[in-house]
């Protein structure tokens, strides 16, 4: 059984969907907030690794998801740190298909 204490430092995690990471349309110019200059977006777990995920047309003509990682260890196959792709959807909640190739890696949100 989990402390009090144990339950208030773990992070809750739910499965992600498309809607749980877009960016607020008054943010969706970019992907940074053009005060602070501090990203805009939801933090998720990609294949495991820590990561802030965006979906949005994020300055351009189309909807794209970007997955900016918190560093590139140990990142799923087939992203970069910088991951980015208009070519994507969720299959179902928290497994997030992406390209041509029939990728697909789970994404769960970390609830504080």
């Known amino acids: 059984m989990m402390s009090n204490e144990d339950s208030a430092t773990t992070p809750h995690l739910r499965p992600a969907t498309e809607a749980d990471l877009q960016v607020p349309i008054d943010h969706d110019h970019s992907p940074m907030k053009a005060s602070t200059q501090e990203a805009v977006g939801t933090r998720v777990l990609v294949g495991g690794q820590a990561a802030t ?16 990682f918190d560093n590139d260890l140990n ?19 928290g497994r ?3 390209g041509h190739e029939g990728r697909t890696v789970e994404v769960l949100i970390l609830d504080d």
Not at 56 to 65: A, H, K, V
């Open 75 to 93: 990142l799923p196959e087939g992203m970069t740190q910088d991951f980015a792709t208009k070519h994507f959807h969720f299959t179902e909640p």
């Open 96 to 98: 997030l298909a992406w």
């Open 53 to 68: 995920a965006m979906v949005g047309t994020l300055g351009g003509w189309s909807t794209r998801i970007v997955l900016q």
